[in-house]
């Protein structure tokens, strides 16, 4: 079992950065596909980034193309969600989720296995 522990989150006005960190444990993560998560209040939670294991291949929905980019350094074991040019659309509660079964991206929540507990990321208008 492998263990996400999310942090970077917080209050950012929008236009603005943040870089999101998860740091896994009990496992290397650099066996897995990787991704982002997020949830707002009263909506379903929805997919924001993957990254295949090899690194060479990454996947985001239109909504944060071009803004957003997941990045992974196997040596301290984590993987990051870089945000620029946020908008008050993109608060919400971010997770980081493995899927220790395949060698596809998905972007499904049911796919991914571990999630870590979320870090809080608010936009001001």
């Known amino acids: 079992q492998v263990q996400l522990v999310e942090s970077g989150g917080g209050l950012v006005q929008a236009g603005g950065s943040l870089r999101l960190s998860c740091v896994g444990s009990?496992?290397?993560?650099?066996?897995?596909?990787m991704a982002w998560f997020r949830q707002a209040p009263g909506k379903e939670r929805e997919f924001v980034a993957a990254i295949h294991w090899s690194g060479a291949t990454t996947h985001y929905p239109d909504s944060v193309k071009g803004r957003f980019t997941m990045s992974r350094d196997s040596a301290k074991n984590t993987v990051y969600l870089q945000m620029n040019s946020l908008k008050p659309e993109d608060t919400a509660v971010y997770y980081c989720?493995?899927?220790?079964?395949?060698?596809?991206?998905?972007?499904?929540?049911?796919?991914?296995?571990?999630w870590g507990q979320g870090t809080q990321v608010t936009v001001s208008s």
């Open positions: 009990g496992r290397r993560i650099s066996n897995y596909i």
């Open positions: 989720a493995a899927d220790v079964n395949s060698d596809y991206i998905s972007d499904q929540v049911h796919d991914f296995t571990s």
